[in-house]
């Protein structure tokens, strides 16, 4: 499997790429993400009708360190989408990581084939 992220990915779109890599379950492609993952809570409407935002939970690894913030995470394939490409109809991070999960395909999967359909109705 890989992972698709770029620099608009942010809380769970950093979150989600750092755990998939932790799983081992494959390679990140695209850009380093956002970096934001502190949570915040509103704590209240002000006399001006503006809003307090508290920052209130954030991301540790197995370590106990706080992860993320403030720096996102690398990608293991750098592939910039460029302006250029965007605007012709194409996605390069999505055809990057389409091209490297093709390479590590050995066997083709072979899908069964679909099952007669079954009978509703009542035998009488």
Known sequence: MIAILNENS????????YMFREAGL?????????????GISNRGTLIDGGVTNVPQS?????????????YGVDPDIEVENDPK?????????????IAEVLK????????????ADPVKVPKN
């Open 104 to 115: 590590k395909i050995v066997t083709p999967v072979r899908l069964p084939k679909k099952p």
């Open 85 to 97: 490409s965007i605007i012709a109809g194409r996605d390069p991070q999505l055809e990057r990581a």
């Open 58 to 70: 954030a991301l540790a690894n197995a370590r106990g360190e706080y992860i993320i913030e403030g």
């Open 10 to 17: 942010a809380s769970d779109g950093d979150i989600f790429p």
């Open 26 to 38: 494959g390679q990140l492609v695209g850009k380093r993400s956002w970096g934001g993952v502190v």
